[in-house]
């Protein structure tokens, strides 16, 4: 048991101290904001040429932090002199810009448009070019969307240069450079991986390739993990001459808006646009300390007093206010409460505050008839009096989470405020507020928390702000407050500056859009909105880790894990595998969640290679499901193929879904989460919520589709003694060619019946190479192979089956070039080095 617990133990903190995100990956490129030599290029294989002597195809993931800087993306030169040379081009008409991929010959190019509102900064993007020899053509996908196809006569040219950026700092017209961020670079050879450049800054060698060991040489490289490390200043917005007449701030998530109220006019910032605009009132706004709320459901403003008092409303279509406020509510102060529009009902909000020398507790929602705050009885309030508490969404429909503040039991001043690190559950289905039980209340100093604090539902963490005096001076943090361990980090950079002692007012915001966290600052009449890169890290997490690797303690971390996997070997494998899912090693056409059988079939559902939810128009809108949504509609779905009852109670549904909620709660909760999946799927044909015989289940009719269902049908016929044949298989294959089941999907529900569905696939595809029709047909063989190495990068069988197919009939190159991936692998999963050579293993 004390084995058991030191392995947990050791798994937890590499967790904590190695928070590995594709996100951090990726090098930003110097553009026109420094001097021509100061500016980034990329030379793959240390500027050396590489040999591909068959077609082959390089892409990469590209994203823009900046749209307006023109330049070179890549240029592929070969051994004749001649060169493909892929250009952004920066708004060629007002909505949009362009990328051009242009031939030696210029008498014929591809060009990928690119919607200005589309084309957003932080937003990766996926670019290939497929030089197909044999066919004599260039082939372009953005996006794993075919693009264009253009002929092109490459035959003879066997040796290539791949370069990024400028390719000749010698020569002075060689000066553009896009503002680009490149990562995750892969050339193929007959879909065969030859290199893989990720960019992750972490490795060893973060620009070694992870087949062959390829380097690249970088030119003024800027590493986008920096990005994620600092603050910054990206608009000032002035608002008033008068340094404590705070005017009222709103954000607009869905379109990434912020709107400030400066009593003649509204300002609107566009973060996308980077651009701010002004709507003059037809009435004047109250505008003197006001706070400002947007509900984003019917597009209008309020703005109240901000110690509470009388609300006004502005509706943006009519552009003028509809109820002015007339009266302060100076009987009762609630400085520092916190403010929310609760979309279920529509109604106004407010919680906690401080005045007249007291914090309060009570939670108000606003009578727009008698024009006043009204209490609401709540069934439990385990809240103590506090103000300046962070404030946001907690993982349920309803629920909120509330963080920290200052005040004390009885909420009067006379005793002395305390500051907080508790945490509480406001729970709006119930009128309850819970407080939950950290692992541990970490202290850290504060003067003053912020809203709105923002829910990382994939690692159990919450972001919220927090303003502390030191040294006669007021600066900024960001924190993340980790659930599962009550840990509390610093992430990013220490902030803004003052030793003016002043009201403040900041807010933190997330930008799907732009992926990034924006703090809007009030001081001295002015706005200053800053922004940093999501996931936002420590200062000292990177440089930690280069030390860490540079005295090779991870070889210690991953010796000590080796142990582990003997004790829960299983359990560890198959997560070990779930978590490099999309490491070196997945097939091709999995390494972007690419389906290339099912791509785009309308009225559809995808499991096989990830979650993936096609509707009428054939688009995926898997996306758009909220993560809690998300997972409701597989767990439905998953349960409705069951062999002995095809679906699932409201019990059980309830108690895997909301385990802790009372079962009033759990009711309302469902019901809730019912209607809007049955709403989302008003879009989809043929797939429909149903309620029979106490089972909750998902119904595919005839005129849509599942992959899951058509791998389960082609099961029974294969068991029920049907005769295989090239059509039964083709069709299987297609089926399973996305890859492992729900791949990048993790629930505590899910993860068994993932791992044994890959069982029972891998073993259903191994019976195929039994049958005597398969064993005579190489090609077929080769193919059932690569998809069971689409389930389990080092199942070893059917590696050796491949390879022993492709050495007898003369493909040895291909062979070797197989192996070598898979030593790779092997070595990344278990760290350390396969025990036999490629001679020993296939005659093993």
């Not at 450049?197 to 062959?212: E, G, Q, R, T, V």
């Not at 119930?430 to 209340?441: F, N, Q, R």
């Not at 949504?629 to 108690?655: A, D, P, Q, Y």
């Not at 040895?812 to 197989?818: M, P």
Request: net charge neutral.
């Amino acid at each position: 048991m004390k084995i058991l617990l030191l392995a947990f133990t050791v798994l937890f903190f590499i967790a904590a101290i190695y928070p590995q995100r594709d996100e951090l990956n990726g090098i930003k490129f110097n553009s026109e904001n420094v001097q021509r030599f100061q500016r980034t290029s990329l030379f793959l294989n240390d500027n050396k040429p590489i040999e591909l002597q068959n077609s082959f195809s390089i892409s990469f993931d590209i994203s823009f932090w900046d749209l307006n800087s023109y330049g070179p993306i890549l240029r592929i030169e070969e051994n004749y002199g001649n060169e493909i040379r892929v250009i952004y081009k920066s708004f060629e008409s007002k909505d949009s810009s362009n990328i051009y991929i242009t031939l030696p010959s210029n008498d014929n190019f591809i060009s990928i448009k690119l919607l200005k509102k589309r084309l957003l900064r932080n937003k990766w993007f996926n670019l290939k070019l497929i030089i197909d020899k044999q066919g004599e053509s260039l082939i372009a996908e953005w996006d794993n969307l075919l693009i264009g196809k253009i002929p092109y006569q490459i035959k003879k040219a066997n040796k290539f240069l791949f370069t990024f950026g400028i390719k000749d700092f010698k020569n002075p017209n060689d000066f553009d450079v896009p503002a680009i961020c490149i990562k995750n670079i892969l050339i193929t050879e007959n879909n065969i991986k030859k290199y893989y450049w990720d960019l992750n800054p972490f490795d060893k060698d973060p620009l070694a390739d992870k087949i062959s060991d390829s380097k690249i040489n970088v030119i003024n490289p800027v590493w986008l993990y920096s990005d994620h490390q600092k603050w910054k200043l990206i608009k000032d917005i002035l608002t008033s001459g008068h340094s404590n007449n705070q005017p009222g701030l709103a954000y607009d998530s869905i379109n990434s808006k912020f709107f400030i109220d400066g009593k003649e006019n509204l300002i609107v910032y566009d973060l996308i646009l980077g651009k701010d605009s002004l709507i003059k009132y037809k009435t004047t706004s109250p505008a003197h300390w006001n706070d400002l709320s947007y509900d984003e459901n019917k597009q209008l403003l309020y703005s109240y007093f901000t110690a509470r008092g009388e609300v006004s409303v502005y509706n943006l279509k009519k552009n003028e206010w509809e109820y002015i406020r007339k009266k302060n509510d100076d009987a009762g102060y609630y400085f520092g409460s916190t403010k929310f529009i609760y979309p279920n009902d529509g109604k106004l909000y407010l919680l906690g505050g401080y005045g007249y020398y007291r914090t309060k507790k009570d939670l108000f929602s606003y009578d727009f008839v008698k024009k006043d705050w009204q209490i609401v009885k709540l069934k439990k309030n385990e809240m103590t009096p506090r103000a300046w508490f962070t404030f946001g969404k907690a993982f349920n429909d309803g629920e909120y989470f509330i963080y920290g503040g200052f005040g004390n039991d009885t909420g009067n001043q006379e005793l002395g405020f305390n500051s907080y690190y508790d945490l509480f559950v406001l729970n709006m289905n119930d009128s309850t507020i819970t407080k939950l039980k950290l692992p541990k209340e970490q202290k850290f100093s504060y003067s003053y928390l912020f809203n709105n604090l923002y829910l990382d539902t994939k690692d159990s963490s919450i972001y919220f702000l927090s303003m502390k005096e030191e040294s006669k001076s007021f600066t900024f943090s960001l924190n993340k407050l980790d659930l599962k361990t009550g840990d509390i980090t610093t992430v990013g950079n220490k902030f803004w500056e003052t030793n003016e002692h002043s009201w403040l007012y900041a807010s933190l915001n997330y930008s799907k859009s732009t992926n990034e966290f924006i703090t809007a600052i009030f001081f001295n009449g002015k706005y200053e909105l800053f922004s940093i890169k999501y996931p936002p890290v420590s200062e000292t997490l990177i440089p930690a880790f280069q030390e860490v690797k540079q005295t090779n303690h991870t070889e210690v971390i991953i010796f000590a894990m080796g142990g582990i996997f003997l004790i829960i070997l299983v359990i560890v494998i198959y997560n070990k595998r779930k978590g490099k899912s999309n490491k070196i090693g997945e097939p091709i056409n999995s390494r972007f969640n690419i389906d290339y059988s099912f791509s785009g079939a309308k009225n559809s559902i995808r499991l096989f290679g990830g979650f993936h939810l096609y509707d009428k128009d054939s688009k995926d809108i898997s996306a758009s499901l909220s993560p809690k949504l998300k997972e409701i509609f597989l767990l439905l779905l998953i349960k409705s193929f069951s062999n002995h009852r095809g679906g699932i109670t409201s019990e059980e549904l309830s108690s895997t879904i909301w385990p802790d909620a009372s079962p009033e709660s759990a009711k309302t909760n469902r019901g809730v989460a019912i209607n809007k999946i049955r709403k989302f799927l008003s879009n989809v044909e043929g797939i429909t919520i149903e309620f029979s015989d106490k089972l909750w289940q998902i119904k595919i009719n005839n005129s849509a589709n599942c992959d899951y269902a058509e791998y389960l049908k082609y099961c029974s016929l294969f068991k029920a003694g049907n005769t295989l044949n090239g059509s039964l298989l083709n069709s299987v294959l297609n089926v399973l060619a996305g890859g492992e089941f729900l791949r990048g999907v993790s629930y505590e529900w899910l993860d068994s019946i993932k791992f044994a569905i890959n069982i029972e696939v891998i073993g259903f595809l191994k019976s195929f190479l039994e049958s005597p029709e398969i064993k005579n047909d190489p090609e077929k063989i080769v193919r059932i192979c690569d998809t069971i190495l689409q389930f389990d990068i080092v199942e070893q069988d059917a590696l050796k089956i491949k390879l022993r197919t492709l050495t007898e009939t003369g493909k040895i190159h291909i062979a070797k070039s197989s192996f070598n991936l898979f030593v790779a692998d092997y070595k990344k999963l278990y760290d350390e080095n396969f025990p036999l050579s490629f001679e020993e293993f296939i005659s093993s």
